[in-house]
């Protein structure tokens, strides 16, 4: 993303009291579920519409004064989510990366969780009471990580919403990463993965 740079843990908390901390969670669980009764899913992964209009993940701006990234973050989580973000917590191990922009003095930091699916079922079913819901979150999305044989249906399509500051970046290096975009199977008749050159390969054509 341009004007975008990538921080060293270290290098971003040594930044002066002028900069704001932001951390934000990717929230995923394994999934045995099957799409049309046939195709593997793998995995849940949430993002979350935002008030703007714009696809993001949970969490917010962070007081450094009031502990550590990770006490802020969980604070945001409980505010977002709701009660049932307290059967979980993210920790240090949990982060995977820092950015600044060319703009206002704010460096964003995010973490990957993994979840049991009962865990990210239940934050699913108790978001709407949280007390950020219909405010600054407007509800909870499943990412489809699968694409239809049309070659547009599912994550193609999905990656064409808009999505605030990084985070489409940082879904696509996430699933990268994580290794949750590779699927094997389906009806297709290609137990392959297959690569669309978009910094992350696509799952099999279902």
């Not at 009764?37 to 935002?50: H, K």
């Not at 979840?115 to 219909?134: F, N, S």
Request: charged share 25%; net charge negative; hydrophobic share 40%.
């Amino acid at each position: 993303m341009a004007g975008v740079r990538r921080l060293q843990l270290e290098e971003a908390l040594a930044l002066g009291s002028e900069w704001r901390h932001a951390c934000h969670a990717l929230l995923y669980a394994p999934d045995p579920g099957l799409l049309f009764g046939r195709i593997p899913l793998r995995y849940a992964v949430l993002m979350q519409m935002r008030f703007d209009g714009r696809l993001g993940f949970p969490g917010g701006l962070v007081n450094r004064q009031d502990g550590s990234l990770e006490d802020g973050l969980n604070r945001e989580l409980s505010e977002e989510l709701g009660e049932a973000a307290a059967a979980f917590r993210v920790e240090r191990t949990d982060y995977r990366s820092s950015h600044v922009g060319s703009g206002p003095h704010v460096v964003a930091h995010f973490y990957a969780k993994l979840l049991t699916l009962e865990q990210l079922t239940a934050v699913e079913i108790g978001a709407p009471r949280a007390k950020d819901h219909g405010l600054e979150v407007l509800g909870l999305v499943r990412v489809p990580l699968y694409t239809l044989r049309d070659g547009v249906g599912g994550l193609p399509a999905f990656l064409e919403n808009s999505f605030i500051g990084t985070a489409r970046e940082q879904l696509l290096e996430a699933l990268k990463d994580l290794r949750l975009d590779l699927f094997q199977g389906g009806d297709s008749g290609k137990g392959q993965e297959a690569g669309r050159g978009e910094q992350v390969s696509e799952p099999v054509l279902v």
